[in-house]
């Protein structure tokens, strides 16, 4: 029988470039510009596809070879090499210094009919560059263009010019998320910006900085005050740090809401009816007393900062606390287990109001220390708590696990050998610890074993480290 011929090598079939171009374009889109440049080398075909591409993604991380004038690689794509008519999404993370251009590449923005604006600066401490920086100017025809769905500032708590005038004409009818930052006197406009975007869900206002990581404290003691209404807010952040500021919140169908700040005064005009998530930052219990009775129905609970004086105002006409009834998930954040930072947390009716419904509790701390104090936290949560599922402790620390390694590991091991024998309100609550040297014990042989390891550090310590494992 004759052998057949061979045949031929076929070559990998390229089913990419069998597809139309506007689908490859937009594939390109979805990619970060850089990589959507880089396809410009694979044919001839490949060269200019790039060019037609509706979203920008640019980071001068991704340009390290260019970092000294990233300005003239994102003039150059802008203005001169991208062809598409509309740019949908333009995301820049850029370096400070490069802020004065800002402008110029916003106005060429809105020209094209953007939908979303990201913007990212990276501000320097104020110890690597102490100098003032000017502000950059945020123009106009930004606050008029009639496809933007997204203008959002984020992580530059940069103090930037904005319209004030009073006859300029804004209006962003399709907006839908929102983030600035404002100094004191930018607050009327604030107002008057908000009420030009009926579709608005989702807004963040932050206070600037005039200085590189120096908040304004000119600002701080001026007393503005602005109103928040819409009928259709959903998410609300305030990062009002040192303002002295007063906000009015009109949100009836607001579902989340966070409060960073010292010195404001924030009411509600009536209790949202979808509220379901709340985070609170501060340390004066002043600042959050007033928005307690708004906060009873949410079902998730962030706490940094606070203390559980803030609950004195929750009563009825007969003195007895009010409960949070819908509270599902309570996280609280610690920066160690010291008898100060405890104190911030008295563990009587003031805080139990808050136990009756939760199921999940997470405890965040930078280190383990004075284990003993974390477990009267842990005991009060256990004790109060009978409907909790799952109790948590994470410690997350600034220092590198070769530093302190054998205090902090026995600490961590102590630590975990109460949580094991600690007794539970709820019987089938799991409890756990994530550190960087240990976990809860899952059994007796694993707590035996981990009793021998304390034992042997606590040797390896001085005695002005011995520590209690009873």
């Known amino acids: ?249 009109d949100t009836p169908n607001l579902e989340s809401f966070s409060l960073i700040g010292i010195k404001m005064d924030c009411c509600f005009v009536k209790k949202p009816i979808a509220l379901s998530e709340a985070t609170i930052i501060t340390v004066f219990p002043a600042v959050v007393a007033p928005l307690m009775p708004v906060l009873l129905d949410v079902r998730v609970l962030h706490i940094l900062g606070v203390t559980f004086e803030m609950f004195e105002g929750l009563k009825d006409d007969k003195g007895n606390f009010l409960i949070f009834r819908n509270l599902d998930e309570l996280n609280l954040r610690l920066s160690t287990g010291k008898v100060d930072e405890l104190k911030m947390f008295p563990l009587n009716s003031h805080s139990s109001c808050l136990l009756h419904h939760v199921k999940k509790i997470n405890v965040v701390v930078i280190r383990v220390e004075h284990g003993l104090n974390l477990k009267k936290l842990a005991h009060y949560f256990l004790d109060n708590a009978p409907s909790l599922e799952k109790l948590s402790f994470v410690a997350r620390p600034q220092t590198s696990p070769s530093e302190d390694g054998v205090k902090s590991r026995l600490d961590e091991m102590v630590f975990c050998m109460d949580l094991y024998s600690c007794s539970r309100e709820s019987p089938r609550c799991l409890i756990e610890f994530q550190g960087q040297y240990a976990k809860v014990p899952a059994n007796i042989a694993e707590l035996q074993d981990m009793e021998n390891q304390v034992q042997l550090l606590c040797q390896s310590l001085s005695p002005s480290h011995a520590v209690r494992t009873s």
Not at 36 to 59: E, F, K, P
Request: glycine share 2%; proline share 8%; hydrophobic share 40%.
């Open 1 to 249: 029988m004759d052998q057949l011929p061979p045949l031929p090598l076929q070559l990998p079939l390229d089913r990419l470039s069998t597809l139309p171009e506007p689908i490859i374009v937009e594939i390109l889109s979805l990619v970060p510009t850089k990589t959507a440049v880089s396809t410009s080398v694979l044919s001839t075909r490949w060269r200019s596809l790039w060019t037609q591409i509706t979203c920008i993604h640019l980071d001068y991380n991704h340009f390290p070879q260019h970092s000294s004038d990233f300005y003239t690689v994102v003039n150059n794509l802008l203005l001169t090499q991208l062809t598409s008519p509309v740019l949908r999404t333009f995301y820049l993370h850029a370096p400070f210094a490069q802020h004065q251009h800002f402008e110029s590449w916003l106005c060429h923005l809105s020209a094209r009919n953007v939908e979303i604006i990201d913007i990212d600066v990276e501000v320097p401490s104020s110890r690597s560059d102490p100098t003032p920086g000017p502000p950059f100017k945020i123009p106009l025809c930004n606050f008029q263009t009639q496809s933007l769905v997204c203008l959002n500032f984020r992580h530059c708590r940069l103090e930037y010019d904005l319209p004030v005038d009073p006859d300029a004409v804004v209006s962003l009818p399709n907006l839908k998320k929102l983030g600035l930052s404002l100094n004191a006197s930018q607050c009327v406009f604030v107002s008057r910006l908000l009420k030009s975007c009926p579709l608005l869900e989702d807004l963040s206002l932050s206070a600037a900085e005039r200085r590189h990581g120096r908040f304004t404290f000119e600002d701080a003691d001026t007393g503005a005050q602005f109103g928040i209404s819409s009928e259709i807010l959903k998410r609300l952040e305030l990062i009002l740090s040192l303002m002295k500021v007063k906000v009015l919140i």
